[in-house]
C-alpha cells in the first residue's frame, strides 16, 4: 500500500493517461507548438508553485503572489514608460518583490500573525499599489530581445525560456526539500512546529526567508508574464494565487504542512495544464473546464484523508 | 555580515551601470518599425475570386458571456452558413488581458482558416496572432482593434470621428443649438469615451454651436448605480442643465432610469449610445427621444463576410481593395486595414419596435 499508491504517483500516473488520451483524440494536442505553449502558458503559475511548495510544507501560505506578479508588472511597465533601461528595470522589479515578501514574513513571524490572514491582506494592498503605479493604463512596446526570450524555445528544444529556468530553479529546490538539513527543517516546522523549535531549528528566521523567496519569485514571474504578453498591466496575473494552490494541494502537499513532495507538485501543475488544453482543443466550454479542475481539486484532497481513515480500519485498530 | 554587504554593493554598482547603457524605450522606438507581415505583401488580390466552400471560423469575444458580443457573433455565425463556411463563437469567462492568448493557441492548432477577434488587450494578443498568421490563419478583429501589424483587418463599428461628430448633432438638433449640455461618460481612461469625447468637443467647437456649452464630463464608470448618482449630481448642480450625452449603453440607461423618475423628466434632454432593449422603455414613455448604436448584428455580418473574402483572396488587407458583403453590399478596405460597418443608426419612437438586442 504505502509506496505504490503514494498520492503524488498517482498523480504523476494521471499525468500519463492524460497525455496519452490527448495524443490519441486531438490531433493538435501532442505537437511541438501546442506543447511548447502549453508549457509557455504554464511558465508563471509553475515558478511560483516552487515556492509556494516550499511555504506549504511548512505549514504557511502565500495569498499575496498573484498580487506581488501584478505591481512588478505594473512597475515595469511604469518605469519603462518613463525611459529607463529595461535591464536595470528587472532588478528593481524583482528586488520590490523581495519587499513585498519581506512585509509578509514580518507581519507572520514578528507579530505571530496567521500567513492566511495576513496574505488575504496583503493581497489587496499589493493589487492597490500596483494601480498606484500603474493606473488603469496598459504599457507595451518592450525590448522585442527581451520579449523573445519570454517567449521562444531553447534553441533546439520545444522548452521556452522561462520553463527551462523554471527546471534550473525545480532542480534547486528538489535538492533543497529533499537532500539537505534545510529541507528537512521545513518538514519538521510544518509537522510539528514546536518540536522544531526545541530541536533547535530557527523557525521564525526560515519562514521569513521562504516569504522573502515567495515575494521575489512572484516578482520575477510578473516580469516574464510582462514580457510573455508584451503588455504590462496593474490587473495582471488576478487569480492565479489559485491556480497555483491548487497545483501544490493536486500535487500532494498537505495544508496542514509536513507532507509532499516536489515531484508531485509539478506533475499536478503539468496536469492542470494539459488537461486544460486538452479540453479547450475539444472545445469544451469553460464552466465545465472550471467545474473539470475544480472536481480533480477536491478528490486530490479528501482521497489521501479517506486513504487514512480507511487503512487503520482494515489493519483492526492499532 | 560583510560576503552579503559585498553582494549589495556589487549588485546596486551592476544596476548603476545597466541603468546608464541599457536598452531604454527610447532606443527601441528609434529603431526602425517592423515589416509589415510577408504574406500580405507577397499574395496578390483577385477580387473575382469566388469564396471557398465549408470555411473554418471562429469568433472570440472579450468574454463569452457579454450579451452585446453574444449577438454580434451569432449574426457572424449565421452570415457563415449563407456562403457554406462553418462558424463557432469560443473564449474564456473573464474579460481579462490574457484569458484570450491560450484560445487563440488553441484555434491555431485546430485549423481554423480564420480567427476573429474582440481583443482585450491590443497588445497581449500580438505575439500568437502573429504565430498564428505564420501557419497562414487570416485574422480580423472586430469591435475592439489588435495593434494593427496583428491582424489584417479590423472591422470599425463605426468611425470614432462620426460617432462623436453625431451625438453632438443629434442633441443640438433636440435643445435647438442652445443651452449648458454635460457628458457622462464610461471611466475617465475609457479610450473608446475618450476619443469620441474628444471629437464632441471639437465638433462644439463649430460656430453654429455657439450658443451651446458643455460644462461638464462626468464619469460613471460604466457601474450602474455611480452612473445614476452622477446624473443626479449633475442635474443638481446645473440647474439650467438642457442637454446630456452618454457615450455608453450602461451610463445612458442609468441616466434614463434616474430621468424619468424626477422632476427633469421632459425639461432635459437625455441622447447617447444605447441598446434599444435597454432603452425602450424610456422612450416609450417620453424619457428619451432619440438615442444611437451601430447595429451589431450587422458588425458580426460584415466581420464574417470580410474574414471569408481574406481566405479565398478577394482581398489581401491593402488599402483600397474592394469586397462584397453579401446583404450589406460592397465595402472598400481604409486605411490601417479598417473597414467602417457604417454611420451609427438613431432610434427613436417610431423604429424602436424593430429591434430586438
Redesign the interface.
Known sequence: MAKVLRWDVLVGALLIAVFAAGSLTSP??A?V??LS??LG?LGEIALIALAMTMLVVAAEVDLSVASVLGLSSALVGSL??G??????II??AVLTGAVCGLVNGLLVTRLGLPSLAVTIGTLALYRGLAYVVL????V????????ALA?NDVPGTPIPYPIAVFVLLAAAVGVVLHATGFGRALYAIGAQEQAAFFAGIRVKRIKLLLFVISGTVAAFAGVV?TL????A?A????GIELAVIAAVLLGGVDFDGGKGTLGGVIAGVLLIGLL??LL??G?V???IQ?IVTGLLLIVSVLTPRLVSLVRPALKGSP | MTPMRLTAVT?LL??GV????????????SAPAPAPASSSSAAKADPNAPIKQGLKLAFLPKA?NNPYETIVDNAGIEAAKEYQGEA?E????DA???SQ???I??L????HDAILIAAN????V???LQ?ARAKGIKIVAYDSDA?PECRDLFINQASSEEVGRSQVKLLAGMIGNKGDIAILSA?A?ATNQNTWIKFMKDELGKPEYKDMKLVKVAYGDDDDQKSFTQTQGLLQAYPNLKGIISPTTVGISAAARYISGSKYKGKVVLTGLGTPNQMRQFVKDKTVEKFALWNPKDLGYLASYAAAALVSGQITGAEGETFKAGKLGERTIGKQGEVILGPPFTFDAANIDQFDY
Do not use: H
Request: with cysteine; glycine share 10%.
Open positions: 493538435g494536442f505537437t507548438d501546442n505553449f502549453a502558458d519603462w514608460d525611459g529607463m533601461a529595461i535591464e536595470a532588478p528593481i493606473g488603469d493604463r496598459a507595451a512596446q518592450f525590448p522585442p530581445d527581451y520579449t517567449v508574464f510573455r504578453y508584451g503588455s498591466r490587473d495582471n496575473g488576478v486544460r488544453n479547450m482543443l472545445d466550454s469553460t464552466e472550471s | 549588485a551592476a544596476l545597466a541603468a546608464c547603457s541599457g536598452t531604454t524605450k527610447s532606443t527601441v522606438t463569452i463557432k469560443v473564449g474564456p469567462s481579462s488581458a490574457s492568448i491560450s484560445y493557441n488553441t491555431t492548432q485546430q485549423g488587450d491590443a497588445n497581449a500580438c505575439g500568437p504565430q495593434a471611466t481612461n
